[in-house]
Antibody
């Protein structure tokens, strides 16, 4: 059974930092791309960023609102992906979800993937 | 960046009735090299993570009831629920995975 179990989150003041973790099981993590999606209270889904598998180069890509402040990383030995959030702003308040991204590269071409498995979500609240 | 626009924002359908949600992208999601549309549909219930319903615009995820179907190509897509059940009340999102940054529609709230 595929599982994505999230931890971390909580409260921070503006300018502060938090780290989210997402531990995967039930699939071959080291070949999987992983994605973070967030949802502000009462709002829709917003893509945050993606990290490719090391086999596909391990590159990260971030949405404009978080670029330069958020950092995704992965530890394939622990089947875990991380989201380090620095310089937090009140508008970063949201439930953050990790998801398995079915993207892959073949030769020099990389294809995007749909998000077939999701974590349970972690609430991040940024306020004074 | 690709912008996804859903319509309507909310929809009320009778039990057993037919519900159709539309999704439009501002550029084609059809990849010529594999002839696939990089478009997915998700269902989200309150307090829950989204659940994948449809991928490649029309392929139903395993375990999803066959009353859910996806159609469309290029820039115009739709999700249809053929016979609405009470458990289908949720918010539905389309999402493109053609290019980065990935993007979602704003969501459609489906009610009885």
């Amino acid at each position: 059974e595929v599982q994505l179990v999230q931890s971390g989150g909580g409260s921070a003041k503006p300018g502060g930092s938090l780290r989210l973790s997402c531990a995967a099981s039930g699939f071959t993590f080291n070949t999987a791309w992983m994605t973070w999606v967030r949802q502000a209270p009462g709002k829709g889904l917003e893509w945050v960023g993606r990290i490719k598998s090391k086999n596909d180069g391990g590159a990260t890509h971030y949405a404009a609102p978080v670029r330069g402040r958020f950092t995704m990383s992965r530890d394939d030995s622990k089947n875990t992906v991380y989201l380090l959030m620095d310089s937090l702003r009140t508008e970063d308040t949201a439930v953050y979800y990790c998801a398995a991204d079915g993207g892959y590269c073949t030769g020099s071409i990389c294809y995007g993937g749909y998000f077939d498995y999701w974590g349970q979500g972690a609430l991040v609240t940024v306020s004074t | 960046d690709i912008v996804m626009t859903q319509s309507p924002d909310s929809l009320a359908v009778s039990l057993g009735g037919r519900a159709t949600i539309h999704c439009k992208s501002n550029q084609s999601l059809l990849y010529s090299s594999n002839n696939k549309n990089f478009l997915a549909w998700y269902q989200q219930n309150p307090g829950q993570p989204p659940k994948l319903l449809i991928y490649w615009a029309s392929t139903r995820e395993s375990g999803v009831p066959d009353r859910f179907s996806g159609s469309g190509s290029g820039t115009d897509f739709s999700l249809t629920i053929s016979s609405l059940q009470a458990e289908d009340v949720a918010v539905y999102y389309c999402q493109q995975y053609y290019s980065t940054p990935r993007s979602f529609g704003q969501g459609t709230k489906l009610e009885i």
